[in-house]
């Protein structure tokens, strides 16, 4: 059973931007993209640990800040070229709030 917590509102979030929460490994940025979809993704980039959450968003992917790698994120998945993954954890938004589980789903 997947074990929700609220974070806050949609509203919270900039639109193709991020709020961070705290997890138990570390930082997770919560990414909101242009069409209202919430991702959420560990905020640490495999490549050299660049904070995803600054990254810039497009689509459903977001760019690292440092160095460019793209991931996917629903998957959490480096784009070609480069080859790498970041956990993804669920998130779903209800009636404009948004509610996050730290279970890893990648
Ligand atoms: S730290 Fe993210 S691409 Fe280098």
Request: hydrophobic fraction near 35%.
């Amino acid at each position: 059973m997947t074990d929700w917590n609220e974070i806050g509102t949609l509203d919270d979030i900039p639109p193709q931007g991020a709020r961070i929460v705290e997890g138990p490994d570390g930082n997770i940025a919560v990414i909101r993209t242009e069409d209202d979809n919430v991702f959420a993704i560990h905020d640490s980039c495999p490549h050299n640990q660049g904070p995803l959450s600054q990254g810039m968003v497009f689509g459903h992917k977001v760019a690292c800040p440092l160095h460019n790698w793209t991931f996917d994120l629903s998957s959490g998945e480096a784009q070609g070229p480069d080859e790498g993954s970041v956990a993804c954890y669920p998130v779903k938004v209800k009636n404009g709030k948004v509610f996050l589980s730290i279970v890893k789903t990648a």
